[in-house]
């Protein structure tokens, strides 16, 4: 499975826009990049995914960079509730199972 | 509408016994995830069910560990003998299908004592 690379850590001040990185240099052309977060005692939650475009959804953004090799997931305006782990993932088209890497823990300051 | 049920929300018991994890999934979701999330480690696939398929159970860790799904809908965990590293959160997911987003449950966290 492609590997994904996140940083440790991130922090946003309320109401701010936040750009949480992903790299995924072997990626495959079949590879689906998808976008979890984690909230303090919760299952993961589905934020966004995407394959070659850029997406929108009423949570988020997805830009991905025209090699593919990197992503990153867009939060126009944070709020206190966006704190969590967020989780980058490839997932390939022929396979169901996520495979969840350490991803970034966001903190949102008031 | 509801959202994936895990039943117990927490487990206590004795190592060497067994137990039994369920998951109610999203009505009309084909295809349901186990996955489990230790102490300081990330979330770990376990097995997957789609359809009538057979299920992908190239995560479970051991033999001791086994899973059903019945019907195509409710789905049990099993662990026999437990061990105290299987203390974990123990989380559902499902899905309309194949790179469908998946929908998780809050999980079973499991103490073994």
């Known amino acids: 499975d492609a590997k994904t690379t996140q940083p440790n850590s991130m922090e946003s001040n309320e109401e701010e826009p936040v750009h949480l990185p992903c790299n995924h240099s072997?990626?495959?052309?079949?590879?689906?990049i998808h976008w979890y977060r984690q909230l303090p005692s919760q299952g993961p939650e589905y934020v966004i995914h995407?394959?070659?475009s850029n997406v929108n959804n009423r949570m988020a953004s997805l830009a991905i960079a025209e090699d593919r090799k990197s992503s990153t997931l867009i939060l126009h305006r944070a709020t206190l509730r966006d704190a969590a782990v967020y989780y980058c993932?490839?997932?390939?088209?022929?396979?169901?199972?996520?495979?969840f890497g350490t991803g970034t823990r966001l903190q949102v300051f008031p | 509408g509801a959202g994936v049920s895990q039943s117990p929300s927490n487990k206590v018991t004795e190592k060497g016994k067994d137990v039994e994890l369920r998951c109610d999934p999203i009505?009309?979701?084909?295809?349901l995830y186990w996955y489990r999330q230790s102490l300081g480690q990330g979330l770990e696939f376990l097995i997957y069910?789609?359809?009538?398929?057979?299920?992908?159970k190239s995560g479970l860790p051991s033999d001791r560990f086994s899973a059903e799904r019945t019907g195509g809908s409710v789905s049990t965990l099993t662990i026999q003998r437990t061990q105290q590293e299987d203390s974990a959160v123990y989380l559902c997911?499902?899905?309309?299908?194949?790179?469908?987003?998946?929908?998780f449950g809050d999980g079973t966290r499991l103490s073994i004592l």
């Open positions: 997911a499902s899905s309309y299908g194949t790179n469908q987003p998946q929908h």
């Open positions: 009505s009309g979701h084909t295809a």
């Open positions: 072997t990626i495959s052309g079949t590879d689906y």
């Open positions: 069910f789609q359809g009538n398929s057979a299920p992908d």
């Open positions: 993932i490839l997932q390939s088209y022929n396979t169901d199972k996520l495979i």
């Open positions: 995407g394959l070659t």
